[in-house]
């Protein structure tokens, strides 16, 4: 830094002076001995002290004051509590909805210079005053999926790109193993089925991945879906290529598809909620008893609300890429409630019922009511590994059937 101060020093002399050809060579050879941008290289050189006479100071910095305090910061972190803790691009254009939902249920009281300052924060402000909130340890699981050969040339492939995105109904459905690690004997598995043109998401437990207990809870979830499906995608495990759900589509008229081997992306939509919605509220635990099955499906009957009138999903727009950068481009962040009641495709009439029953929920209530149930859901786990450590196995869901 000395040696580029003395340059600097040395050409501004004679820069100054130039005529504007030989500035423009003086320049060149400036920005290559010092690396400077050029920009920044001709202020330099405009600006420096004369031979002999100290360099400017630069005047401080002023701070600015704090715009946001303590009661900006409690309130945000009790909005951002009950979401489930999203980021700030998710969050800061819900902002709006979320805090007149909890003030309408009185789970939040603000003064109107809070509340102000609360809906203008940016996404960027959000994530920076959360920063220390944030740190979480991640897990992963294992794979469990085995493929099915039964039928598979009677269900045909369908990639990411040949998604229909716009109208509701075209669904992507996928089971969550609660193995614990562990791949032997039967476990719990978690049915998850996902729209893929409004994000709405359904799950139920089942015992096993039996094919009977599989299709009894896709019927169930298809039976309470705010819209008509139209088609069924899943990976290629048998407990989905197989004869009754394939006879259960063609009576039925859906359309169903399959994704290719070993490519995940096909299925990415529900991919993502297996994380998101499954894994983040239940964990990686082996589930494998009666009790277990029957709390995990009781977070699931809240779950269900909770995410999908309050948990602001972001769907990929479009993806260019420039050598070996992917630039990625987002919608507007909305719930799956939102962009149902923006689909021309959902009628009047379910809209409405859909509007109804958003107005007599309490998000706060719902997530306190999720924690509750997870609660249960860790005690009686952590009871039944007791058990286990004694050699007194729980009844195992196998010995039901």
């Not at 995105?165 to 996902?194: C, K, M, S, W, Y």
């Not at 019922?353 to 309490?362: A, H, I, M, Q, R």
Request: glycine share 6%.
């Amino acid at each position: 830094m000395h040696q580029k101060n003395a340059i600097t020093k040395e050409l501004a002399a004679r820069y100054k002076r130039a005529t504007k050809k030989e500035k423009r060579l003086i320049l060149d050879e400036f920005v290559a001995t010092t690396g400077y941008n050029r920009s920044y290289a001709a202020w330099a050189l405009r600006n420096a002290p004369k031979p002999g006479q100290p360099a400017k100071k630069q005047k401080p910095r002023q701070s600015r004051s704090r715009k946001y305090g303590a009661e900006e910061f409690g309130a945000l972190r009790k909005v951002w509590a009950v979401l489930s803790m999203p980021c700030g691009k998710r969050l800061a254009p819900y902002m709006e909805e979320i805090v007149a939902v909890l003030e309408r249920c009185a789970e939040l009281e603000l003064d109107p210079a809070v509340r102000d300052n609360l809906l203008s924060m940016s996404a960027a402000t959000i994530d920076r005053m959360l920063a220390q909130e944030r740190k979480r340890i991640r897990l992963k699981g294992r794979k469990g999926t085995k493929p099915g050969t039964l039928l598979k040339h009677q269900v045909p492939i369908r990639t990411f790109s040949e998604h229909d995105q716009e109208i509701p109904g075209f669904l992507e459905i996928d089971l969550v193993g609660h193995e614990g690690g562990n791949l032997r004997g039967d476990f719990a598995q978690t049915l998850d089925v996902t729209d893929i043109a409004s994000t709405w998401t359904e799950t139920r437990a089942v015992r096993n991945k039996a094919q009977k207990w599989v299709f009894a809870a896709l019927s169930i979830i298809l039976g309470r879906l705010p819209f008509e499906a139209a088609g069924i995608d899943s990976d290629n495990g048998g407990e989905f290529i197989n004869a009754h759900l394939v006879r259960f589509c063609k009576e039925n008229k859906l359309a169903f598809t399959r994704s290719r081997p070993y490519r995940k992306n096909d299925n990415c939509f529900v991919e993502q909620k297996n994380w998101t919605v499954v894994r983040k509220t239940v964990g990686y635990a082996r589930y494998d008893t009666e009790e277990e099955l029957k709390i995990l499906n009781q977070i699931y009957k809240h779950l269900r609300l909770y995410t999908n009138y309050f948990q602001p999903t972001m769907k990929l727009v479009s993806k260019t890429r420039n050598g070996a950068k992917v630039t990625k481009k987002y919608d507007t962040p909305r719930t799956p409630y939102q962009r149902l009641l923006e689909s021309p495709a959902i009628s009047k009439e379910a809209k409405k019922t859909l509007k109804v029953e958003y107005e007599t929920l309490n998000p706060a209530l719902l997530k306190r009511q999720i924690i509750k149930l997870q609660g249960r859901l860790y005690t009686v786990n952590v009871n039944k590994m007791k058990a286990v450590g004694k050699e007194e196995k729980p009844q195992s869901l196998s010995s039901r059937f």
